[in-house]
């Protein structure tokens, strides 16, 4: 069994920063893909962007791309999410998850954290 475990979210004005992040702990994979959901109030979870373990491979949602960055640090358990230029929009709660190969349905992912609330609002 994995547990992943999301920090970082808070409140933050349109325009701002935002740095999410997600370590993985308890039973690991030689080798395992580490992704980044959110829902929003009514919405379908959907997919924002997924990174390989090597962190030489990464894919984004097309509406979020030049905007958000993901990558794995020095430990390969842990992923980041890099938040630019934030629009009431963005406004969810962001959800970390793992899985052996990437895919952008929710359901394709094997594990996943309780999420972190992310609002954008001024």
Known sequence: QVQ???SGGGLVQPGGSLRLSCAASGRTFISYAMGWFRQAPGKEREFVAAINWS??????ADSLKGRFTISRGNA????YLQ???LKPEDTAVYSCAVSLTIVQEPTGWNYWGQGTQVTVSS
């Open 55 to 60: 962190g030489s491979a990464a894919t984004y």
């Open 83 to 85: 938040m630019n230029s």
């Open 4 to 6: 992943l475990v999301e």
């Open 76 to 79: 390969k358990n842990t992923v």
